[in-house]
């Protein structure tokens, strides 16, 4: 059965975005479709970088349902329009969807990875079913950015910290909030960093990997503490928040870099006072070589990167699944 309707879509010549409107024995049956892709991609390895994941995955499910590859894959939703369902690779039990609730008709493709990155079972369900898992219905907001050309040196864009900051007491040994280091000295000890390499835990650990940073970022500004609790800013004591970026695009999690908001945790200061050391690296046998610095004020942040537009903030649902839901 499975090979049967397989073979009929390759013969149609439809591509996924084609409707099956009139053509309704051309649409898979969930079951039917969670058998095929069983069958496709358990053994698989998606050992890749999450983008090079994703179009592996998709190419990977084209081949396997009888698809030709398109030359790209349209930012459609769902990105497989015809058989109308989503892919997710899941190697944790958190489902994240971006960008839009939870459809009840549309189905959802979860794809489980081992440690390893190879594929251990597939499982295709009705937005029904996940729908059950959403105990609030609440996108988690992000933001994000990208520089505005490509950075290929070093570059402190914020002669000076905001005036709110500057008002503090600025002294040369960062003991506690009431003794900030200036920007320009905070830049000055960090683009030492530039040159040298951290641990790369792997390319789905951006929070170890960004914990590695985060401890050589402290001891260049002599932090007795280097706790990282997830907090905004990561560095509470010097107002700083560190990014490590291998790839362009910048996840700014909740906060808009200029907002004027006060922080709930410094509320002396708005988020825009907040500086932001972003680090361009280089992965490398295994480790992450520091290539640049960009430093700023949240209030100049958008001077040098570009916030990405449209919905100016990208959102997602997070659904933990249950914990046998693959078995």
Same mark, same amino acid.
């Given at each position: 059965?499975?090979?049967?309707?397989?073979? /009929?879509?390759?013969? #149609?010549?439809?591509?996924?975005?084609?409707?099956?409107?009139?053509?309704?024995?051309?649409?898979?049956?969930?079951?039917? @479709?969670?058998?095929?892709?069983?069958?496709?991609?358990? !053994?698989?390895?998606?050992?890749?970088?999450?983008?090079?994941? #994703?179009?592996?995955?998709?190419?990977?499910?084209?081949?396997?349902?009888?698809?030709?590859?398109?030359?790209?894959?349209?930012?459609?939703?769902?990105?497989?329009? !015809?058989?109308?369902? *989503?892919?997710?690779?899941?190697?944790?039990? $958190?489902?994240?969807?971006? $960008? %839009?609730?939870?459809?009840?008709?549309?189905?959802?493709? @979860?794809?489980?990875?081992?440690?390893?990155?190879?594929? &251990?079972?597939?499982?295709?369900?009705?937005?029904?079913?996940?729908?059950?898992?959403?105990?609030?219905?609440?996108?988690?907001?992000?933001?994000?950015?990208? #520089?505005?050309?490509?950075?290929?040196?070093?570059?402190?864009?914020?002669?000076?910290?905001?005036?709110?900051?500057?008002? /503090?007491?600025?002294?040369?040994?960062?003991? #506690?909030?009431?003794?900030?280091?200036?920007?320009? +000295?905070?830049?000055?000890?960090?683009?030492? @960093?530039?040159?040298?390499?951290?641990?790369?835990?792997?390319?789905?650990? %951006?929070? +170890?990997? !960004?914990?590695?940073? +985060? %401890?050589?970022?402290?001891? +260049? @500004?002599?932090?007795?503490?280097?706790?990282?609790? !997830?907090?905004?800013?990561?560095?509470?004591?010097?107002?700083?928040?560190?990014?490590?970026? &291998?790839?362009?695009?910048?996840?700014?999690?909740?906060?808009?870099? *200029?907002? &004027?908001?006060?922080?709930?945790?410094?509320?002396?200061?708005?988020?825009?006072?907040?500086?932001?050391?972003?680090?361009?690296?280089?992965?490398?046998?295994?480790?992450?070589?520091?290539?640049?610095?960009?430093?700023? &004020?949240?209030?100049?942040?958008?001077?040098?990167?570009?916030?990405? %537009?449209?919905?100016?903030? $990208?959102?997602?649902?997070?659904?933990?699944?249950?914990?046998?839901?693959?078995?």
């Amino acid at each position: 059965m499975p090979s049967r309707i397989v073979r /009929a879509i390759a013969a #149609s010549g439809f591509s996924i975005h084609d409707s099956l409107a009139n053509r309704p024995e051309l649409f898979i049956e969930t079951r039917t @479709l969670e058998r095929i892709l069983n069958q496709a991609l358990v !053994g698989l390895s998606l050992d890749y970088p999450i983008r090079t994941r #994703s179009k592996v995955v998709k190419a990977s499910v084209c081949q396997a349902l009888g698809y030709p590859l398109p030359e790209r894959f349209r930012r459609t939703k769902p990105r497989f329009p !015809g058989q109308d369902f *989503d892919t997710f690779v899941q190697k944790a039990d $958190n489902l994240q969807i971006w $960008n %839009e609730e939870v459809s009840a008709a549309r189905r959802y493709v @979860l794809i489980r990875v081992d440690a390893r990155q190879i594929v &251990t079972r597939v499982r295709v369900v009705t937005g029904d079913v996940i729908a059950q898992y959403d105990r609030t219905g609440t996108l988690t907001q992000k933001y994000q950015a990208r #520089s505005r050309q490509r950075v290929t040196d070093s570059q402190l864009v914020s002669a000076t910290d905001t005036a709110p900051v500057r008002r /503090a007491r600025i002294g040369r040994r960062p003991t #506690s909030r009431s003794g900030f280091l200036p920007i320009q +000295h905070i830049y000055r000890r960090l683009v030492r @960093l530039v040159g040298q390499a951290i641990a790369d835990p792997g390319r789905d650990q %951006e929070r +170890h990997r !960004g914990w590695a940073l +985060h %401890e050589r970022v402290c001891q +260049h @500004l002599g932090q007795v503490s280097c706790s990282d609790s !997830g907090q905004f800013p990561d560095i509470p004591d010097q107002l700083l928040e560190v990014k490590l970026q &291998t790839a362009a695009t910048i996840d700014l999690g909740l906060v808009c870099p *200029d907002s &004027t908001a006060y922080i709930a945790d410094v509320p002396r200061f708005r988020h825009c006072d907040v500086r932001y050391a972003v680090f361009y690296g280089t992965v490398v046998g295994g480790k992450v070589r520091l290539d640049h610095l960009v430093m700023t &004020t949240g209030a100049d942040f958008f001077t040098f990167f570009r916030r990405f %537009e449209g919905r100016v903030k $990208n959102a997602k649902l997070q659904i933990p699944l249950p914990r046998r839901f693959f078995d």
